[in-house]
């Protein structure tokens, strides 16, 4: 591996002016049992969502050399890597992936899985009336979920699932407010699909119910969670665009610093972005560190170690 590069070029070779990571920080004890040689209790899982386009290759974990690539910029390994998988593609159910979380595993991480239940060929359309949520409540979807789920039991490691994020926001078809979803639907299929995995012995699989940041126009959170005893990990994205072309925002001081508030016993916080802009490449440092100030020493060493785009994963 390379030397790494100073602290101000290693940001820039990070992230340039497009999104490349989103980087992940949990706490260790959340993995106790199946954690990752690299995560001993009571330090800091540090990890990634890595786009590959950067780098000219594929995304990891399909294309390792892409995820080799950042860890030399970063100069430091992953614990954890955070990737996506959709329910289906043109219509035929995705595999579990095995092979892929194997080989995270060998490299000493754990995997993070978007698990979507929407249709990857859609090319992201919110209306989707055959994932439906009161399809996925009425059964339609349980050999999908199952045949996952048993396949997820036999791999035996740890996982960490984070099923349909950003429930809250309008721009997925698992929204309550898009795809002629109703009130209340949300939770209810996310007990359906959790009370399959469980049936089925998965019990390596740890949920991550992980909502948007508050928005005037979100769906309240009340009516979205699933229940103490259906989630593992609670978490929030948020981002601030600032002057992307094409995002038609504005710099936003303090954008996504503000997580959930609810009768939770932790308050969730998970991925945060901040945009730079061509005259400000660095300012995006800033933003992320300075709404965080003061914080305890353990929180204070997990933001240091996010320079861009960080999930702060917090277990119940």
């Not at 009336?129 to 048993?150: F, V």
């Not at 469980?198 to 699989?205: D, F, Q, T, Y």
């Not at 972005?273 to 020493?297: E, F, K, L, V, Y």
Request: cysteine-free.
């Amino acid at each position: 591996m390379e030397a790494p590069a100073p602290r101000a070029e290693r940001l820039e070779a990070l992230t340039g002016f497009r999104f490349v990571a989103a980087l992940v920080v949990a706490v260790a004890p959340a993995l106790a049992g199946a954690a990752p040689a690299s995560a001993q209790p009571g330090r800091i899982l540090w990890g990634a969502y890595v786009d590959g386009d950067a780098y000219g290759l594929g995304d990891p974990p399909w294309d390792l050399r892409a995820l080799a690539r950042f860890e030399e910029r970063a100069g430091r390994r992953v614990a954890i890597l955070h990737f996506g998988q959709a329910w289906y593609r043109d219509g035929r159910p995705q595999a579990f992936p095995e092979r892929e979380l194997a080989r995270l595993e060998r490299r000493g991480a754990v995997g993070l899985v978007d698990w979507s239940s929407w249709d990857a060929a859609r090319g992201g359309s919110t209306e989707q009336p055959a994932l439906r949520l009161r399809t996925i409540i009425a059964g339609r979807h349980d050999a999908t979920i199952r045949s996952w789920a048993r396949a997820a039991r036999r791999h035996r490691h740890r996982i960490l699932l984070r099923f349909d994020h950003e429930m809250n926001g309008a721009w997925f078809p698992w929204s309550e407010q898009r795809n002629g979803n109703r009130p209340g639907e949300f939770r209810r299929a996310w007990r359906h699909v959790r009370r399959i995995f469980r049936a089925e012995g998965a019990r390596n699989v740890r949920w991550v119910w992980s909502p948007n940041v508050l928005h005037a126009a979100g769906t309240p959170l009340r009516g979205l969670y699933p229940g103490d005893d259906a989630v593992d990990w609670v978490a929030v994205d948020g981002y601030n665009w600032g002057t992307l072309p094409g995002r038609h925002s504005t710099w936003r001081p303090g954008a996504g610093r503000d997580g959930p508030r609810s009768n939770r016993r932790s308050r969730p916080r998970s991925p945060t972005g901040s945009q730079p802009t061509p005259s400000s490449p660095r300012r995006r440092s800033g933003r992320i560190r300075a709404p965080h100030r003061r914080p305890s020493a353990t929180r204070s060493a997990a933001r240091r170690a996010v320079p861009y785009e960080r999930s702060a994963i917090r277990r119940r």
